[in-house]
């Protein structure tokens, strides 16, 4: 059975703007969530600047007691985890952690990055927090030259939980911004089938050959 002409218009409507909706809805979350996390590694960048000046003559002077005592009262008083580690890749103070006991850091994303001489990110899943954590790390440098890399790192659970709320607002603002276009749509799909039905009839008259229909 033929649907009638209005149903066909208006689940054209129904179809374009429910894919508008979407498509917009995905564009400002991604938009949105690109400027916090890069909003929170410049932040992260900024903290690490001035702890570079602190570092440098300790990496110079090769004191691993007073790094990981700096890295031990700094890391808790800016809720971050602060690691300092030399060109080779070895890990020489750490705020959570014994250095002695983790890995060779070199291949790292964020430590290749920083080893030449540019800041660098990365985002990596802890089984053991089973949330995502944001590394930022800087070159520390004395002279032009490279002597070790200052690694700031955090949970971004408080943006995971950002962007839930973000999507839940979104999802509300488009379900209206949905409400209120489909009823423009059907206002809007009644005025063009009418004269649309109009004309139909007439054509059957005609047809029939009832020549007076107008």
Excluded: C, W
């Excluded at 440098?141 to 490279?146: A, S």
């Amino acid at each position: 059975m033929k649907r009638p002409i209005f149903l066909k218009i208006f689940s054209g409507f129904l179809v374009v703007t429910i894919l508008l909706a979407s498509l917009i809805l995905l564009a400002f979350y991604n938009v949105i969530q690109t400027h916090y996390l890069r909003f929170t590694e410049q932040k992260l960048e900024r903290i690490g600047i001035p702890l570079r000046q602190v570092i440098a003559p300790l990496l110079l002077g090769k004191d691993a007691a007073s790094l990981n005592s700096m890295a031990r009262d700094y890391g808790p008083r800016l809720d971050l985890r602060i690691t300092v580690i030399d060109p080779s890749g070895t890990v020489l103070a750490d705020s959570e952690r014994d250095p002695a006991t983790l890995e060779n850091h070199l291949q790292r994303p964020e430590v290749k990055g920083a080893l030449e001489a540019a800041a660098s990110s990365a985002i990596r899943y802890s089984k053991t927090l089973d949330e995502d954590l944001l590394y930022v790390a800087l070159p520390v440098e004395d002279r032009g030259r490279i002597i070790g890399v200052l690694r700031l790192s955090m949970s971004l659970k408080h943006i995971s939980d950002l962007n839930k709320a973000l999507l839940v607002r979104l999802v509300v603002l488009s379900a209206v911004i949905i409400l209120v276009s489909l009823v423009l749509a059907a206002i809007f799909s009644h005025l063009l089938a009418t004269p649309i039905r109009a004309l139909s009839k007439a054509a059957s008259r005609i047809a029939g050959g009832d020549f007076s229909a107008r």
